[in-house]
């Protein structure tokens, strides 16, 4: 994966959570905080101009001088690209697909939530074609059940980004 699309995927996935974080390490050894906090380096919004700016081939691609991204703040790793983050005392699982918005709504159609009150909200990113997932329950015994429906939603749409991916696409 590319230092381009490893920021833009981090940014879908961080622009939409508030308290969210993203840090970068560059290869030169810098790091740089990216988050609302006022002593951070750049916003998230910031960050995602960056990255849009750098798809255009008529200015610099910023995003190579970075070595290593990883998301935090209120996004908690779990591992599997699955972060957890809890609002007003309800727990989320986010994720973010490399997929148009209709390609991840169709994958969670298929997958079995296991409980009625929890809910899948997709927040695409049309500019950098992907989409965050945030898989969430308004009832506090459903909570459970919320890695077991985020891991199988992610596998599912990582499996759909691998299928609908083109032959000569960069791996």
Do not use: K, N
Not at 13 to 40: F, I, K, T, Y
């Amino acid at each position: 994966m590319t230092s381009y699309d490893r920021l833009r995927l981090a940014v879908v996935l961080a622009h939409p959570v508030e308290g969210a974080s993203v840090e970068l390490e560059c290869w030169d050894g810098q790091r740089l905080v990216v988050s609302a906090h006022p002593a951070a380096d750049l916003t998230v919004c910031q960050l995602r101009q960056v990255v849009l700016a750098s798809a255009r081939p008529d200015q610099p691609d910023w995003t190579r001088i970075v070595a290593a991204v990883s998301v935090g703040g209120a996004l908690v790793d779990l591992g599997a690209g699955v972060y957890r983050r809890r609002e007003r005392g309800l727990e989320q699982r986010w994720f973010v697909a490399d997929l148009v918005p209709d390609g991840v709504a169709a994958v969670l159609r298929e997958i079995d939530p296991g409980h009625h009150a929890v809910e899948a909200r997709v927040v695409a990113d049309l500019d950098l074609g992907a989409a965050a997932v945030c898989i969430q329950t308004t009832d506090r015994s459903a909570s459970g059940s919320l890695d077991r429906v985020a891991l199988d939603a992610a596998t599912a749409c990582l499996v759909a980004e691998l299928v609908d991916r083109p032959a000569s696409a960069p791996h």
